[in-house]
């Protein structure tokens, strides 16, 4: 087998976080403000930066980090909670931008769209359709992510499957917690098959074992030793508190404590540190929890040495000569001793013409940027969605029986209506409820959404497909469905209105309806699918659009009446009579109210 990996080395990494500056409640331009929150790359460019340090919004998540994963092996980020390891993942996969940093890839430095494409990110939470079976996932990433034949994707799932120890369960339908799924364990498995199905050459997971019980979590940390090692790739895990099997499963730990890096290097040579400083671990103790306890005499002594140094510049080889080593010392011996290890010319060359063939080969696969065309994409996307909407029966019913009634009831209530005694104003409100109506059964299925937003954001910004695919693949699952809404609903409000009853008429009228579930459909999920805040997106949209439905009278012209054309001037009472007169220009409304004269000026 071909020795290939990705070495991944990590240098000077600065990241700081700034905090918004408190502001009253309603006041929402702010000449003044200095700090917009949570923005770091933003905060780069965009305004004056009080230095991190003197700033006291200013929260320094990392500071002059440094790491280095190697291929074939385990980098393990271990740290007391708050101490930076997410942060740092989140950069190694490229999700945030820190103020600075150099990421180099087999010696070369890499960009994020490139360093996206060659490695896998497995989040935290488990971002999965809970109706999906473990293997439909598996396929659907699978055909996403990778041009392959059937056949050999296929295989290449069952393989994965088989290498994830979830062959038992791959016909069960993956779950969350509203609905009954595989465990815990299963299900972070599934995860970590999402990200690795088109075998990236690093692995990034952060807290694979958070919530398992120590078995699992032993279990999973193995399947990822194993893939390391039997394929080569370079695996980056952030881990809390990992157990005495774990532990000797780790090539190397880093030691991470308010941002700053305490350790880096194997499991022994930690230990050998911590006894260098002084801390005796006891006999049968775990020497990560041991050095997660002891982390501020660490940290003092890190301190400590590190004042000494900028002291005494000479320092360093006077102590080492003496046998007494700072940590920051033993990291750099570490180094050596690896570089001793390492260093054999004929490997050396092979590992250089190795990482320029597979330079190439991340090349072919930029160029390429998506693995499928729109077209298969959509395809793909479509089956999906209808995968998930067959399953979700009760929804689906629960809207069309609501879709049904509340044509009856409407309909009723406009049979009894005297329409020659409503007012304009009542007319417009009875329009508008109509459409509020229609808009409000759309955002119910807004719950939905809310979860497959998460897995658009995480698939689209690992390049899985392209935004407009799913967009279009869920307006084509859709749009037969309201179709069905639209009839129930037009139906009964139509005939028990008894409104001109040609067959035109109603089309036109259904037509209306459904277009207008349609339209509300597709805003809404798009627009909440890409805006980077749901519920401020969700607010704006229901705030705009219920805005345009309530006041569009006032901005459309009697004449151009959309309504006037279903009311096809036959016998009975029109459609103009129920909608066209509901509809009021502004005009309309303003004579009403008086106060308006032809020329369009007010009389105060
Ligand atoms: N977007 C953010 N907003 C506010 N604080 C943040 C943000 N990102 C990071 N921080 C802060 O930075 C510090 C490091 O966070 P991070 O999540 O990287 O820590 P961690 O070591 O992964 O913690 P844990 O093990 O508890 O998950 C924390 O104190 C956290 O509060």
Redesign the pocket.
């Known amino acids: 087998m071909n020795r290939k990996g990705c070495d991944i080395e990590a240098t000077g990494i600065n990241y700081t ?1 700034y ?1 918004q500056k408190p502001q009253p409640p309603f006041k929402i331009f702010n000449k003044d403000q200095q700090f917009i929150e ?1 923005q770091p790359h933003q905060h780069q460019k965009s305004f004056s930066d009080p230095a991190p340090d003197t700033n006291p919004r200013a ?1 320094r ?1 990392l500071r002059d980090v440094s790491c280095h994963a190697k291929p074939w092996e385990v980098l393990a980020i271990v ?1 007391p ?8 993942l989140e950069i190694l996969a490229g999700k945030i931008t820190p103020q600075t940093s150099r990421i180099c890839v087999n010696r070369k430095p890499v960009d994020k769209s490139r360093f996206k494409k060659i490695s896998g990110y497995v989040t935290q939470k488990d971002t999965l359709f809970p109706l999906l079976t473990v293997e439909e996932t598996l396929v659907f990433t699978a055909k996403l992510r990778l041009k392959l034949p059937k056949p050999e994707l296929s295989s290449r799932v069952r393989s994965l499957i088989q290498e994830l120890g979830l062959t038992h369960v791959a016909n069960a339908r993956v779950g969350d917690d509203r609905v009954r799924g595989i465990s815990g364990g299963e299900r972070r498995r599934v995860s970590i098959g999402v990200a690795v199905v088109h075998d990236p050459e690093v692995v990034i997971l952060d ?1 694979p074992t958070s919530g398992l019980d120590s078995n699992s979590a032993f279990q999973i940390i193995d399947m990822v030793k194993t893939m390391a090692e039997t394929r080569g790739k370079t695996v980056v895990l ?1 881990i ?1 508190q990992p157990g005495f099997r774990i532990i000797k499963l780790f090539n190397s730990i880093l030691l ?1 404590a308010n ?1 700053t890096v305490l350790h880096q290097g194997t499991v022994d040579e930690l230990n050998l540190s911590l006894r260098l400083i002084g801390l005796e671990p006891p006999l049968h103790v775990n020497i990560v929890e041991f050095a997660i306890d002891s982390i501020d005499t660490i940290q003092e002594q890190k301190n400590q040495k590190t004042s000494n140094l900028e002291q005494e510049p000479t320092a360093p080889t006077n102590r080492i000569t003496q046998g007494k080593f700072t940590l920051q010392q033993l990291f750099q011996q570490s180094k050596v001793i690896d570089l001793d290890h390492d260093h054999d010319e004929k490997q050396d060359q092979d590992r250089e013409k190795q990482q320029t063939q597979e330079q190439d080969d991340q090349e072919r696969t930029i160029q390429d940027g998506f693995a499928n065309s729109r077209l298969y994409e959509t395809v793909i996307l479509t089956h999906r969605f209808w995968k998930n909407i067959s399953r979700t029966k009760e929804l689906f019913a629960c809207r069309t029986l609501q879709m049904l009634v509340s044509g009856l009831i409407l309909g009723s209530i406009f049979y009894n209506l005297d329409m020659d005694l409503m007012g304009a104003e009542e007319r417009v409100g009875l329009f508008a409820f109509i459409l509020t109506f229609l808009l409000s059964t759309t955002v119910e299925a807004l719950p939905v959404f809310l979860q497959e937003r998460e897995i658009l954001m995480k698939e689209t910004s690992c390049g899985s497909y392209r935004v407009s695919s799913y967009a279009i693949a869920n307006g084509l699952v859709y749009l037969p469905f309201l179709l069905i809404l639209a009839v129930l609903f037009a139906t009964p409000l139509y005939w028990l209105v008894g409104l001109n009853h040609s067959f035109l008429a109603f089309s036109r009228f259904l037509l209306l309806i459904w277009l207008i579930l349609y339209t509300a459909n597709s805003v809404v999920v798009c627009f909440s699918a890409l805006v980077p805040n749901f519920i401020i997106g969700n607010s704006v949209i229901s705030g705009v659009m219920g805005s345009f439905f309530l006041f569009s009278g006032y901005f459309v012209s009697e004449k151009g009446l959309l309504m006037n054309e279903f009311s096809g001037g036959g016998e009975g009472r029109c459609l103009e009579e129920l909608f066209g007169k509901c509809l009021v220009t502004g005009e309309d409304l303003l004579r009403e109210q008086g106060g308006y004269r032809k020329e369009g000026l007010f009389h105060m």
Not at 81 to 88: D, H, M, N
């Open positions: 976080i905090t949570l929260r998540v740290g909670s708050g101490a930076g390891k997410s942060s740092l807290e952030s809390h991470l941002g």
